[in-house]
């Protein structure tokens, strides 16, 4: 089961921190990304880890701007959002994976219940 939250309403240029907690499985062999919805939209790809919390792969759109982490111990994953715009404005949702491709959402085999984050410029 995977939970997140962190959302809300931020304006252009600021910032927020989303978690997403884990529980009943063992986290660390799962490989962790994060997707997003908007309005009308079909999920996209934001970011992605690998089990090992080495490797990292980014959308283009959110490269430099996002940075995924995660701690095993505390069973937990990270999306830290900066210089957020509006075109951010989503649900997002984190996944977790043991296979497939980090990039396509039907490789994931849980998924947490969605947070919102609204951009306002």
């Known amino acids: 089961q995977l939970q997140a939250c962190g959302g809300g309403l931020v304006q252009a240029g600021g910032s927020l921190r989303l978690s997403c907690a884990a529980s009943?499985?063992?986290?660390?062999?799962?490989?962790m990304g994060w997707f997003r919805q908007a309005p009308g939209k079909e999920r996209e790809f934001v970011v992605a880890?690998?089990?090992?919390?080495?490797?990292?792969y980014y959308a283009d759109s959110v490269k430099g701007r996002f940075a995924i982490s995660r701690d095993n111990a505390k069973n937990t994953v990270l999306l830290q959002m900066n210089s957020l715009q509006p075109e951010d404005t989503a649900v997002y949702y984190c996944?977790?994976?043991?296979?497939?491709?980090?990039?396509?959402?039907?490789?994931?085999?849980?998924w947490g219940q969605g947070t919102l984050v609204t951009v306002s410029s």
């Open positions: 009943g499985r063992t986290f660390s062999n799962y490989f």
């Open positions: 880890m690998a089990s090992n919390g080495i490797s990292t």
């Open positions: 996944g977790a994976r043991r296979g497939g491709t980090y990039y396509d959402l039907r490789s994931y085999d849980l």
